[in-house]
Structures are given as C-alpha cells and as structure tokens.
C-alpha cells in the first residue's frame, strides 16, 4: 500500500535490521526498542489491523506464530519468558497502520501494561 512504511520495510525499499524472512511474513529489529531484545513480525502484503484479518489470512498467521517460535528460539529467549503484544487503534497505542506483532523480552515485564 503506497505510503506504508512497513510495506517498504517488507519490500526491502526502507531499510531495517531483519532477522527472520519467511513465505508470508518477515521480522525485524523495532527501530525504537523498548527492551533488550524487541522484534516486529509483520505480514508481507498490507493488512492495516487485526479486525482486518481474513479467513485467507490464516497461513499467515501461522506462519507468524512459526516466526515467534524460531526467533525466540534463536535469541535465546525461552527460558525466561517473553510477551507478544499487538495493538489496534489508538487508545491502545497503535502507530502504524500495518498489522505487526511485537515481540520483546530480555527483561521483568510489569503486568497490568500500561
Ligand atoms: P505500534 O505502536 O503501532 O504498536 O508499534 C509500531 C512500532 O513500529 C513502534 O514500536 C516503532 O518503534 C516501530 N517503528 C516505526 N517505524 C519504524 C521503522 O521505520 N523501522 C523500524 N524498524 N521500526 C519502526
Ligand atoms: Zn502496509
């Protein structure tokens, strides 16, 4: 979608530190971490929310689940836990309009989030 930053991200036009490229979803580093290890896995085509996610969409999320899986594998972070989070909308801090889901970990996370 013209005008999306993480659609450039996903079509190499944007430049980002990726660290997982797969069939239907790409991760990468957040440009803006808000703990030791934060990653974004994102859909390759443009999907702008979750409530926009279809029936044809699921071998994408699975794939998306694969990504947290593998990465969270990779970087070591099983053991001692890590948190998924996606937003939509803007009371819960959602700023870019692509679906993405947050990965981060590599410190205590305090629960309820803010
Ligand atoms: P949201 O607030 O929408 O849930 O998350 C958007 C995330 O995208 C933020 O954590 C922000 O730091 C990250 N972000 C925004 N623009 C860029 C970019 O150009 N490159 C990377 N790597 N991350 C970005
Ligand atoms: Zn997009």
Redesign the pocket.
Known sequence: MDGC??CK?AKGE?A??IVYDGELVIG???????APH?Y?IIPKKHIANITDIGEDDLPMLAEMFRAVNSLTEEKGMQARGFRT???QGRM??????HL?L?ILGGRVMGWPPG
């Open positions: 930053i993480f991200i944007i980002s530190n990468f580093r957040d440009v803006n971490p808000q934060h974004l989070v996606m937003n819960a801090g959602q700023t870019v309009d993405h947050h």
